[in-house]
């Protein structure tokens, strides 16, 4: 299992997970948000191919709409 950090608690994936598994996971889909990795911002275009590494620390930030 691979032991990481998401917005300060720990969770587990499993081994081979990409950067996606946190947006399903976290049921993100359709939502306007950004994920930092390890201090670095990881592009919608990548997501689906940034592979989770044990130890990896991210941040999970959500645009919320007003008015």
Not at 6 to 19: D, F, I, K, S
């Given at each position: 299992?691979?032991?990481?950090?998401?917005?300060?608690?720990?969770?587990?994936l499993p081994p081979g997970a990409l950067?996606?598994?946190?947006?399903?996971?976290?049921?993100?889909?359709?939502?306007?948000?950004?994920?930092?990795?390890?201090?670095?911002?990881?592009?919608?275009s990548a997501v689906g191919v940034t592979?989770?590494?044990?130890?990896?620390?991210?941040e999970v930030v959500i645009a919320v709409?007003?008015?």
């Amino acid at each position: 299992m691979l032991n990481i950090k998401v917005n300060g608690q720990a969770t587990t994936l499993p081994p081979g997970a990409l950067v996606v598994a946190l947006v399903t996971t976290m049921q993100l889909e359709g939502k306007r948000y950004a994920i930092e990795r390890n201090g670095e911002i990881v592009p919608k275009s990548a997501v689906g191919v940034t592979p989770i590494e044990d130890g990896d620390q991210y941040e999970v930030v959500i645009a919320v709409g007003g008015g």
